[in-house]
């Protein structure tokens, strides 16, 4: 038996990068994939590729009447929901003097706003049918200081906050819901490959930077959709191969 036979999983940003390795290595351990995206022609493309089992829906996370239209269709068509891996998330590359009020409100729209209904949506209907596993991707910049990417660092921040805050709501009320965040140092994703260039545009030479691959994320994705991770709940995972812990090895 595969270790996600049967489960169904939703991806948000689930066309590229991290969430599409992740889409993939679920779908390979047996899961039912659903995933979502604002650029549909990747998004229809990704589920395609992934093969059987595997759809697409398009969906922007900052509108709460697309997660509800995303909610309903997926419990139409296959009952319940038993992985939300909160995915979706964009970058501005500006430090706290130059964010502007726009960019600050488009990243959180995008990273705050998305996680928190994503979280609200997946809690009510997880409740009704037994149980699940939330999963918010979060940051090393959740984490730790990063100067160049302001806006960015605060909704990291505030999603690991909401993870722990959601994960003690669910263990107080008995919900059988594990809430969790993933922290990846920097992966090679198309989000990273614009992000560097607009760091290396900002005279930026301190940046010695471990790359990872997307699957070193998506690995984390399918144990925490697993029932192998029952009893994590709250936690915080980095995946950075100690970047974090090693001077000099984070942007400056
Ligand atoms: N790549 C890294 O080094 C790294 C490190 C830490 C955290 N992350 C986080 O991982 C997640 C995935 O990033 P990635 O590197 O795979 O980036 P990516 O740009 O390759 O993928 C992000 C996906 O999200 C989609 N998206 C953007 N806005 C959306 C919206 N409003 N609604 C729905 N989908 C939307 C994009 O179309 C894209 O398919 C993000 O939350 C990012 O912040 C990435």
Redesign the pocket.
Known sequence: MARLDGKIVVV????????RSGATLMHAEGAVVVI????AE?GRETAAEVGENCLYLE????QLDDWNRVFEQVIERYGRVDVLVN?????VVADVEKTTLEEWRRVHS??TD?TFFGIQLAIGAMRKTGGGSIIN?????GIMGYPLIFA?SAS?GAIRSMTKSAAVYCAQNSFDIRVNSI?????A????AGFSADVEDQGEDRVKLKIGQ?DDVGHMMVYLASDESKFVSGSEFVIDSTASVTEGLVPG
């Open positions: 948000t940003g689930g066309a590229s990068g991290l969430g979502t995206d604002i650029n990747l969906h922007d996370v900052s995915n979706a998330g964009i970058v995008v990273g998305g991707m979060s940051s090393l910049a960015y990291k922290h990846p140092g920097t992966i994703t198309p989000m990273v997307p």
